[in-house]
């Protein structure tokens, strides 16, 4: 179930059996649950039949009072709903305790004062919402309190929150977005868990092995981690696991059995903490090697920027014909006014203009079939988009230069194209060489399995953002090899991509194998 606090209840019987066994739970633990919902991790608890107080937290007041009702009638359970956490009770009691508090726990003040005493809490174990929305104010509030997270996205921060108030030598489980092993604006989470927890296990799975949640952006992943000291941290060994065809193996990795499918890395998080940016790489350890200590990166040989946004494109971008993918409701463009044009400052002396844009991905290699996208390009237009808050006039430098386009969102195998005058959309990563020299070469890597394979080590999720592409090794090949692709290259954009499809496929196949054996 998804509310308006982007909670994603968790009825699996596969996870929440996994994830509560990964705790270890002990009579008397002290348990909080900060993200508390329906209750499905504490019904997991109480079925172990182990004397414990939980705390079970939520935002959603009416989240807490469905908790109240579903508890108060159950034997062997003292149910309380409460504005504090501070009374103390015996150590040992008769029954479970169930304190119930209707709280945003990113902003409790008694979890500030448990966080200044060195923690609080034996366990903490959740399912935290990720990609909930803050307000400008809440998020300020956030940027002071969180200082250098990033504080847009809901998950790092409650992940941040349930650690600080966790004893040392205390066991957290939380499910979330695999993101944070990543991406670039969670280095600072990556370097506090590597540094103040050993991560014992992470799995990581697809989100329809969750009920009702379903993204493309990127997989789901369970991670439990034991709270200690720096250098008993950076002595540990993570053991990640992904590959899984269900959630009904998660009970098979809990005897240590896995399936043919089941992929296992085992990295020291010294390693992990010392590598660039402290990112997960999960590959064999040449590729790991490779995107660590290569000497040059594509980010070094070339300018790797994103490009122009109109403000609203359906105004302003028109399509070739209503035969071009995911042209609804864009006008069909007047071919007499499309001009030949590379100025920053548009065409004069006319009262509409257009010249071609390259948006969205390509259906071809090398080259495009033909321009399919025009943008709005006269003087009185352009100098809208200049001063009009929506749009973005980015990179504007790189606008008309000649420079290689791929697709800002993944697929299958990424087709980057040459591009020459032409201006290009936010959706599209642009690559500018330093050195022209380096222009078919770099257009060939860019086509090649083994940049597709590196980017989707790097980032696994659906982007290719500029900031990760720049981070993509660069090796040069022998002299020889790198004269037959740029040949290869010269000859696939001298051909009809149409009708010439299997030439180029058998260069393109020739400029792959080359490329494999400069990676090797």
């Known amino acids: 179930m998804k509310d308006v606090y982007c909670s994603y209840y ?22 909080l649950e900060p993200s508390a919902g329906e209750g ?65 726990i990113l902003l409790d003040k008694q979890l500030d004062l448990f966080s200044s005493q060195d923690g609080h809490y ?27 997270q990033y504080v847009k996205e809901t998950y790092t921060l409650f992940l941040l929150r349930s650690l600080s108030v966790l004893k040392n030598g205390g066991r957290l489980s939380f499910i979330v977005p695999d ?63 992904k590959g899984f065809s269900s959630s009904a193996e998660f009970k098979d990795v809990l005897r240590d059995k896995f399936q043919k499918n089941n992929k296992i890395y085992k990295l020291k998080q010294l390693d992990i903490f010392t590598t660039e940016k402290s990112r997960f790489i999960l590959a064999d350890d040449k590729a790991a090697t490779m995107i660590d200590a290569s000497d040059k990166k594509l980010g070094d040989m070339a300018s790797i920027v994103t490009g122009f946004y109109s403000g609203n494109n359906k105004k302003f971008i028109c399509s070739k014909n209503e035969g071009v993918k995911n042209s609804k409701g864009y006008t069909v463009v007047d071919e007499s006014k499309i001009v030949n044009t590379t100025s920053l400052i548009g065409v004069d002396g006319v009262d509409e203009a257009y010249v071609p844009y390259i948006k969205s991905s390509s259906a071809t290699r090398y080259k495009r079939t033909e321009d399919q996208w025009f943008v709005r390009w006269d003087s009185k237009t352009v100098s809208f988009y200049n001063v009009n808050r929506k749009a973005r006039f980015q990179n504007s430098q790189f606008y008309f230069k000649n420079g290689i386009a791929i697709p ?29 020299k380096d222009m078919y070469y770099i257009l060939a890597l860019m086509n090649s399995d083994v940049i597709n394979r590196l980017i989707h080590i790097i980032n696994p999720t659906a982007n290719n953002s500029s900031n990760y592409v720049k981070q993509l090794p660069y090796k040069v090949p022998t002299s020889k090899d790198r004269k037959k692709i740029e040949k290869n290259v010269a000859e696939i954009l001298s051909l009809d991509v149409i009708e010439d499809k299997d030439r180029i496929d058998e260069l393109h196949k020739q400029n792959n194998e080359l490329i494999e054996n400069t990676y090797n």
């Open 179 to 241: 993101t944070f092993l990543f991406l670039n604006m969670h280095e600072k989470l990556r370097k506090i868990l590597l540094t103040n927890t050993k991560i014992e296990e992470v799995l990581i799975f697809p989100s329809k092995f969750f009920p009702g949640v379903s993204f493309g952006y990127s997989n789901l992943s369970i991670i439990t981690l034991e709270k200690c000291d720096r250098d008993e941290a950076l002595e540990n060994t993570v053991r990640i696991i």
């Open 408 to 436: 800002m969102v993944k697929s299958k195998e990424i087709r980057a194209t040459l591009m020459r005058n032409r201006i290009f959309d936010q959706s599209i990563v642009g690559i500018f060489p330093n050195d022209e």
């Open 122 to 148: 034996d366990k903490v174990i959740g399912n935290p919402p990720y990609g909930a929305w803050q307000d400008i104010e809440k998020r300020e509030l956030l940027k002071k309190k969180y200082v250098g």
């Open 10 to 31: 968790t009825e699996s019987e596969d996870i929440t059996s996994y994830m509560v066994s990964k705790m270890g739970i002990l009579e008397n633990d002290f348990i």
């Open 40 to 104: 499905m991790f504490i019904d997991e608890i109480l079925k172990r039949k182990i004397k414990v107080r939980i705390d079970a937290l939520d935002i959603n007041e009416a989240a807490i009072l469905t908790m109240k009702k579903k508890y108060s009638d159950m034997s062997g359970v003292n149910v309380r709903l409460t504005d504090t956490l501070f009374d103390q009770i015996l150590d040992n009691y008769a029954n479970n305790e169930i304190w119930l508090k209707n709280t945003d």
